[in-house]
């Protein structure tokens, strides 16, 4: 793959989010650790596949797992259905020279909590950033320490999300 930003896109990622233990001295193994470990799966995964593949990488080590929350990866989302296409024309008329193209989320969302009563769950960002900022953003801003975005991406989206909503309900 060309970039490494575009990995969490095409594959399972993990994110070590709280880590626990240690001993008062810099030459001891601590007795005790915990760790809590985001798994952001991608189609084709499942919770008891990633699971499998983690008891394969920590056999005979005597380390134990288990769930605080589990979620399958979400469905794919229609790209040819109503919903996807009053997305694109939203976002098309504040970013007319961006293509838009279906992808994958890289992070989790509540998507999920929809799936029983909606066919398709569309997820998409209109906070959008130049390169440079979204590369400084990337490093600190969004999920980072003092989590930010920029004023005049929040409001740009915010009006995007505004459009969003008023053509929503429009009969196809």
């Not at 109503?82 to 020279?97: A, H, I, K, L």
């Not at 909590?113 to 900022?133: G, H, K, N, V, W």
């Not at 600190?140 to 309900?169: F, K, W």
């Amino acid at each position: 793959m060309g970039s490494p930003d575009l990995f969490p896109f095409v594959t399972t990622t993990i994110a070590p989010t709280m880590i626990h233990g240690g001993s008062a001295a810099c030459n001891v193994m601590p007795q005790d650790m915990t760790a809590v470990i985001n798994f952001r799966l991608a189609d084709g995964d499942t919770v008891e596949s990633v699971m499998a593949h983690c008891r394969e990488a920590v056999q005979d080590k005597g380390i134990a797992m288990r769930f605080l929350q589990a979620n399958e990866p979400s469905a794919i989302a229609k790209r040819d259905g109503y919903g996807y296409r009053r997305v694109v024309e939203s976002m098309q008329r504040y970013f007319p020279d961006v293509v838009f193209i279906p992808s994958m989320t890289a992070g989790a969302t509540d998507a999920h909590r929809y799936e029983e009563i909606c066919d398709t769950c569309l997820r998409c960002s209109p906070f959008m950033t130049e390169p440079a900022e979204a590369a400084a953003e990337a490093a600190s801003g969004v999920h980072g320490t003092n989590e930010r975005l920029l004023v005049r991406s929040y409001l740009q989206g915010i009006r995007v999300l505004i459009d969003l909503m008023e053509h929503a309900n429009v009969e196809p």
